[in-house]
């Protein structure tokens, strides 16, 4: 016994094992379980094991499409008992989504009763509903009693259950899959089948045969509910080449003309996995959040099929910008992921092309064709043999039936009379008598010979791989034939689209409304309706006060200037509104708790900004530099601790006036500081102790004005404080605030 087990009192015994490795490798298991035997498709027939399993299930209980429906009850129970051991209730839920036609493409499940709808609502359970497999399903399991796959024991060892389909069908791009595993997922769109096939056949007739060539045939996914496919091409080929990308979906819509010159638009497809009640709910919601000016109301009017109507709020809108408000707001337009991680040949999970997955169906059809060539050949052999013994009696009948009746043992007799083989003997033992009239005989001979032309048919299939794959060309044409044209065959998303240039002013998602933002010295900030007084009283949580309160609309962006030096940008539109606190400005942009807001303003076009640092040092900035559509913010002054950038002031002038804290005033052009879109800047004032304090530019023309106490002083004079950028300055005016603020 190794040193590390250790002997138990009740005959047991213990193992010491690091907690590591021993999480390591229970985690693995529960890791490699997950992807092999839940979440990850097979990429032959594009099943997880738990379609695989009620197909199966369907199969034995014969379900086939010309019978009739049972219990879906009865086929869970059956399935769970026998095959899947895991809950019902997600049982119930797959056999439901392969009979839903607005979630599968090529329904694998016919159902009756109500099996859920594409607003969302759930199917009846699992007592109230029956099902049968369709045509699709059959396919999918055609030749499986032919030895066409391997099966292997369930989990308890009393039944038997295919490790795969034979898959006549090309089920996995096809009806798509999607699964979340450890560590990896897949997202596969739904295609249309005819166009698979023809790929397919490209590649048969070409092996060699690149993404491009196959993209001849395929022209992009094809949902089941329709849409309008916007992406690119040169995007859509990217992501069948690698595995991985993504497909822009939007709804199909047209415009509807009414009386007296008015107009809807109609939408009658939405993309794919899309609720339409919860679509309608949300534009409802941006409704009343006043977020789609341009819309004025919305109804739903579908009946088994969708109709969704937008009314505009004016007529003069275009109807293209209407719609193009609706799909950057709403999920009128989807984009759908695709990962064509799958487990391949080997159950090795790993992300393939296009031609990788269509090549592995293929390969799998090839490999189901050989075996059941060799399982009809062992039957045809075996068939054979018995006509033989069968034709062996007719020439020596009178023998046999004297062997027959006087013999107490005839089998071994006539195995060594007429060196028949054991069939034979036991096939002729079991003849009927009136099998031996001479039609019978006649009969039989046709048979062998009709049999016999077969097996060197067949025979000859296996010796030659051209005429093989000539017989995989066959089948996939029939599958063509059968599935890919008519109502189910006909392509359902169009494509070939391109986005329309349709420019839309952001301001059109946006009623335009005034407000006043208001931020505290806390950092909290929020909107009130209307222009309010900015002197008037505005109301704080105890212990703050008013940092900065401005008018703007709800179509502005607010520009907020921290102490880290970067700009930060925020839609007035979301700024909470209302007579509450507000919430902090942190909240909303990537602010530490060691920054403090130096400016808050309202961006205009063609303005210009002073930023500057603690230590003096600034230069000009553009309004549009200071922009930044992202939380993070831009980086637009540099500076390092203990220095902090100190102020964002306009600078509309031809002079600027700095302050220090040493209470220095210094007067110089506004020509001698660049601007630049991002920097330290240069000095503006020399100290010996202490910082900036303050700075301001102003037309030197209307003098140099000030706020004291509730008045406004102007110095007109400024020689004594003219001088050049960098310069000390001198003692401000008489009457100068000692707080060394302008305002």
């Known amino acids: 016994m190794p040193d590390d087990v250790k002997d138990l009192p009740e005959g047991g015994a213990t193992r010491e094992t690091k907690l590591a490795d021993a999480l390591s490798e229970r985690y693995l298991a529960y890791a490699l379980s997950t992807i092999t035997a839940r979440s990850l498709p097979d990429v032959r027939d594009g099943l997880k094991p738990v379609h695989r399993r009620l197909l199966w299930a369907m199969h034995q209980l014969r379900l086939d499409p010309a019978a009739g429906f049972k219990k879906c009850a009865r086929i869970v129970g059956d399935v769970m008992g026998k095959y899947h051991p895991h809950g019902d209730s997600s049982?119930?839920?797959?056999?439901?989504?392969?009979?839903?036609?607005?979630?599968?493409?090529?329904?694998?499940?016919?159902?009756?009763?109500?099996?859920?709808?594409?607003?969302?609502?759930?199917?009846?359970?699992?007592?109230?509903?029956?099902?049968?497999?369709?045509?699709?399903?059959?396919?999918?399991?055609?030749?499986?009693?032919?030895?066409?796959?391997?099966?292997?024991?369930?989990?308890?060892?009393?039944?038997?259950?295919?490790?795969?389909?034979?898959?006549?069908?090309?089920?996995?791009?096809?009806?798509?899959?999607?699964?979340?595993?450890?560590?990896?997922?897949?997202?596969?769109?739904?295609?249309?089948?005819?166009?698979?096939?023809?790929?397919?056949?490209?590649?048969?007739?070409?092996?060699?045969?690149?993404?491009?060539?196959?993209?001849?045939?395929?022209?992009?996914?094809?949902?089941?509910?329709?849409?309008?496919?916007?992406?690119?091409?040169?995007?859509?080929?990217?992501?069948?080449?690698?595995?991985?990308?993504?497909?822009?979906?939007?709804?199909?819509?047209?415009?509807?003309?009414?009386?007296?010159?008015?107009?809807?638009?109609?939408?009658?497809?939405?993309?794919?996995?899309?609720?339409?009640?919860?679509?309608?709910?949300?534009?409802?919601?941006?409704?009343?959040?006043?977020?789609?000016?341009?819309?004025?109301?919305?109804?739903?009017?579908?009946?088994?099929?969708?109709?969704?109507?937008?009314?505009?709020?004016?007529?003069?809108?275009?109807?293209?910008?209407?719609?193009?408000?609706?799909?950057?707001?709403?999920?009128?337009?989807?984009?759908?992921?695709?990962?064509?991680?799958?487990?391949?040949?080997?159950?090795?999970?790993?992300?393939?092309?296009?031609?990788?997955?269509?090549?592995?169906?293929?390969?799998?059809?090839?490999?189901?064709?050989?075996?059941?060539?060799?399982?009809?050949?062992?039957?045809?052999?075996?068939?054979?043999?018995?006509?033989?013994?069968?034709?062996?009696?007719?020439?020596?009948?009178?023998?046999?039936?004297?062997?027959?009746?006087?013999e107490d043992e005839p089998k071994p007799v006539l195995m060594a009379t007429f060196s028949l083989s054991d069939l034979q003997a036991e096939s002729i033992l079991n003849m009927r008598l009136r099998s031996l009239r001479k039609l019978e005989e006649m009969e039989i001979r046709k048979e062998h010979k009709k049999l016999s032309t077969e097996q060197k048919r067949l025979q000859g299939l296996l010796k030659s791989e051209g005429r093989r794959w000539e017989a995989i060309a066959e089948e996939i044409a029939a599958t063509r034939a059968k599935f890919g044209d008519g109502a189910l065959g006909k392509r359902r998303t169009e494509t070939g689209r391109v986005l329309p240039a349709v420019l839309v002013d952001e301001t059109a998602f946006v009623e335009r409304e005034p407000i006043t933002v208001i931020l505290s010295e806390k950092g909290w900030i929020r909107a009130q309706k209307g222009h309010i007084p900015l002197d008037g009283e505005i109301r704080f949580k105890e212990g703050d006060s008013l940092l900065v309160a401005l008018h703007a609309e709800t179509v502005d962006r607010i520009v907020v200037f921290a102490t880290n030096g970067k700009a930060y940008t925020i839609k007035a539109d979301v700024i909470p509104r209302g007579r509450g606190d507000g919430q902090p400005v942190r909240l909303m942009v990537d602010l530490t708790n060691e920054d403090a807001v130096v400016a808050m303003f309202v961006h205009r076009e063609g303005e210009r900004f002073l930023v500057a640092s603690s230590d003096g040092k600034g230069f000009i900035v553009k309004g549009e530099d200071l922009l930044a559509e992202k939380r993070t913010g831009k980086q637009v002054l540099n500076v390092d601790a203990p220095t902090e950038a100190a102020l964002c002031v306009p600078a509309d002038g031809d002079t600027i006036a700095v302050i220090g804290e040493n209470r220095k005033l210094l007067v110089f052009p506004l020509e001698q500081v660049p601007e630049m879109t991002r920097g330290r800047g240069v000095q503006l004032q020399a100290y010996r102790d202490g910082g900036l304090s303050d700075a301001k530019v102003f037309r030197r023309a209307e003098g140099l004005t000030w706020v004291l106490g509730e008045r406004t002083r102007t110095e007109n004079d400024l020689r004594p404080w003219l001088g050049n950028r960098a310069g000390a300055g001198k003692a401000p005016p008489n009457g100068f605030p000692k707080g060394n603020r302008f305002e």
Request: negative net charge.
């Open 91 to 406: 049982i119930y839920e797959a056999l439901v989504r392969q009979a839903q036609e607005f979630a599968a493409r090529y329904p694998l499940v016919e159902g009756q009763g109500n099996f859920g709808n594409i607003d969302g609502d759930n199917a009846a359970a699992m007592r109230y509903t029956e099902a049968r497999m369709t045509e699709v399903a059959q396919a999918m399991l055609e030749g499986i009693e032919e030895d066409a796959v391997d099966f292997r024991s369930t989990y308890d060892g009393e039944e038997r259950e295919p490790i795969v389909l034979p898959a006549a069908f090309p089920n996995l791009l096809a009806n798509g899959a999607a699964g979340i595993a450890v560590g990896m997922a897949t997202s596969i769109p739904p295609h249309n089948a005819g166009e698979l096939c023809d790929a397919a056949l490209e590649l048969v007739r070409n092996p060699d045969a690149s993404t491009g060539d196959l993209l001849k045939h395929i022209s992009g996914p094809d949902f089941p509910t329709g849409g309008v496919l916007v992406e690119p091409v040169d995007s859509i080929r990217d992501a069948y080449e690698t595995g991985r990308g993504g497909f822009r979906v939007r709804a199909k819509w047209e415009r509807e003309a009414l009386k007296n010159g008015t107009w809807q638009i109609v939408v009658t497809e939405i993309p794919y996995q899309v609720q339409k009640a919860k679509l309608i709910e949300q534009i409802a919601q941006l409704l009343e959040e006043k977020k789609l000016p341009l819309l004025g109301d919305v109804r739903d009017e579908s009946t088994d099929v969708v109709r969704l109507v937008l009314e505009p709020k004016s007529r003069t809108v275009e109807p293209a910008v209407l719609m193009e408000t609706l799909f950057r707001a709403t999920a009128l337009e989807s984009r759908f992921p695709l990962n064509m991680n799958v487990l391949d040949a080997e159950r090795t999970p790993r992300v393939m092309g296009l031609r990788d997955v269509l090549k592995s169906w293929l390969d799998h059809r090839h490999v189901v064709l050989v075996r059941r060539t060799e399982h009809r050949l062992a039957a045809i052999a075996r068939r054979l043999e018995i006509l033989e013994g069968y034709l062996i009696v007719y020439l020596n009948l009178d023998e046999v039936i004297r062997i027959i009746r006087s």
